[in-house]
Every structure is written in structure tokens, then in C-alpha cells.
């Protein structure tokens, strides 16, 4: 939400930001199918712990975009984790816990999500407007993001019991 703001505070101008703005989109876009195929190769749980460190790298691209080329940088890198973010999630639940009960798990967990997922921007908008610039939020959601990746580090998957054969 963000983005072209911040890139805009960095000494970019409007233009340029809303360039960014387009590559990440464009990025997006385009690795959608390819993030979803590098998923089926790969242990979910890696693929999340990539991501979070693909986040903790954007964040960090992004706090040192004063030039075009970074931001574009930030831009393509931001797509392609987004995407990996989206083909992510949506495994995570089943990966874990299997698929007989992931509609109640996300009925469960989305509310939750509905609730923390826009504290995020506002709380970026509040201490970008109290500090003049957004380095603190950032700082903050860097650290989210290495959180994030820990937590998945050492959390373990639950061992999935399996059904006994009838007879």
C-alpha cells in the first residue's frame, strides 16, 4: 500500500514510482505458474522460509531504493515473493495438517487474518506520519519477516496419523 510513497520519499520521482509500482505487478503477474510448479518440487515448508527471507530482503532493498535501479530491484523481487507468498499459504494448511479438515483450519485462521492483515498498512501510515519517514515500520516488519522464518525453522509439521485399514 506503501510502495510508491516510500519510493517517492527516497528521492524518486512520481512517475518512477509508479513504474515500480507496474514491474511488481507485471512480476507478480507473470510468476504466478512458476511459483506454483516450483512448489510442486519442493517441501512447503521450505518454500515458506523462503519467503520470509525473500520479505526480510525486500524490506531491506526497498529502505535503500534511492535510485531507479534499486527500486526496480525492490520491485522484481517484491513480485516474485508475493507470488511465491500466494502459492505458499494456500499449501500450508493441507502440507501440515492434511486435507480432511483444511476448510475448517481456514475458516478458522482467515477471520484472524482479515483482522492483522490491514494493522499492517495503518500502522505504516500512523508511524510514517508521527516520524516523517518509514524506516521504523520497516525496521519492524524486517524483523516480522526474520520472525517469520524462525518460526517455520523450528516449528516442526505435526505427524499425520494414518487411517487404520477396515477389517
Request: hydrophobic letters at 55%.
Amino acid at each position: 500500500l506503501h510502495m510508491a510513497v516510500s519510493i517517492q520519499d527516497r528521492g524518486i520521482d512520481f512517475a518512477h514510482a509508479v513504474y515500480v509500482v507496474s514491474i511488481f505487478a507485471a512480476t507478480s503477474a507473470i510468476l504466478v505458474f512458476p511459483a506454483g510448479l516450483l512448489m510442486e518440487r519442493m517441501k512447503v515448508r521450505t518454500g515458506i522460509m523462503m519467503v520470509g527471507l525473500s520479505f526480510f530482503v525486500c524490506v531491506l532493498v526497498l529502505m535503500r531504493a534511492a535510485t531507479f535501479p534499486i527500486a526496480v530491484l525492490f520491485g522484481i523481487i517484491f513480485g516474485a515473493t508475493s507470488e511465491l507468498w500466494t502459492v505458499t499459504q494456500r499449501l500450508i494448511f493441507p502440507d501440515y495438517f492434511g486435507r480432511r479438515h483444511v476448510g475448517s483450519i481456514r475458516g478458522f485462521t482467515e477471520p484472524f487474518m482479515g483482522v492483522i492483515a490491514p494493522l499492517g498498512p495503518l500502522l505504516a501510515g500512523i508511524l510514517r506520519d508521527a516520524t516523517g519517514n518509514y524506516d521504523l515500520i520497516f525496521s519492524i516488519f524486517a524483523g516480522v519477516f526474520l520472525l517469520m522464518f524462525s518460526a517455520i525453522y523450528l516449528g516442526r509439521p505435526p505427524k499425520l496419523k494414518t487411517p487404520h485399514a477396515a477389517g
